[in-house]
């Protein structure tokens, strides 16, 4: 059965009269298409989300009777009341060149990657790849994960709990943030990323080595820092109130002021104006990572911030993860 008529299945079968529609970025060229479609099959009045939707973490707060989340794999461990998960895979695998590209520079024993938008891939490309003579393991989700392979900017269990059967990583997907995360979890072992939309390979050593000297400039930066301000999230899947009450505490352990901020989208622009000195982030892990550049202040994983207290040592350096 098609998704949307599963959809229209689940919306005539709870009698819903209203129906809240929630895309990712990338998929809001179907918004209006998907209401038209709804409303004109079941008669209910849609409700588009316009505020961003960046993940199974958060899903939108509506007066509906039921909201459709497009894009992302349910997490296992929450408990999602009136969602519906509307899923949307990518397209076939139409070639192998950008596997048979990486292929090249990898070890014999792989750990195969992914997001959730190319796991149908991985059962091809593992047979690909093992009749070229690689070993090849897909390692299992945990209960924040959905699918085998599976890599959250936020988990990446999929890859270190099969750490001691590889040598290697292969990433399938077209970011740096998810194979940025493994080759920083797991950094004796090189992590190649196979790019389907380039139809290239690369290995992640040398955006690694550049994050983490701009990681070490932020923690340099804030052990200056006198207050800082701890940001909690409101989305059902970051918030993390009870590791930023321990960091607060930790701050008043070392001397520092901390106070405790909370947010449901964390921006540089909601964040102008307050007299903080740096900021501690323990919502999205990617937002310290990938927006570093965009805030005035230094903006810290809780690990990081652990080492500008001198709880952690530099070498202990681990990348910030949301495990279920
Ligand atoms: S917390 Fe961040 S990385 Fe994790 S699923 Fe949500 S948006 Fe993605």
Known sequence: MAETDRLLEVIRGRNAKTVGLQF???LRTKAVELAQEIEGKTGVTCLVSADPS???CDVADMPVDLI??????PMPHLRYHGVFFYDLPGPPLASMDFVDAAERILPKRIGLLTTTQFRHWLPAIRDHLEAKGHTVRIGEP???????????????????VIEEDVDGYLYIGTGDFHPLGVAILVPDKPVVIADPERGTARDLRDVRERVLRQRHAAIARAREAQIFGIIVSKKIGQARMDLARDLKALAQKYGKQAHLFLMDLVSPELLQG?????WVNTACPRIAIEDVLQYKEPILTPQEFEIVLGERP???????????
Do not use: N
């Open 24 to 26: 990712p970025v990338g």
């Open 54 to 56: 960046f993940g199974a």
């Open 68 to 73: 459709v989340h497009l894009g992302h794999a």
């Open 142 to 160: 945990d209960r924040r994960v959905a699918y085998a392979g599976q890599l959250l900017g936020c988990d990446y269990h999929a890859a270190t």
């Open 274 to 278: 307050y007299r903080v000195d740096a």
């Open 314 to 324: 530099w070498d202990d350096y681990v990348f910030d993860e949301i495990r279920a």
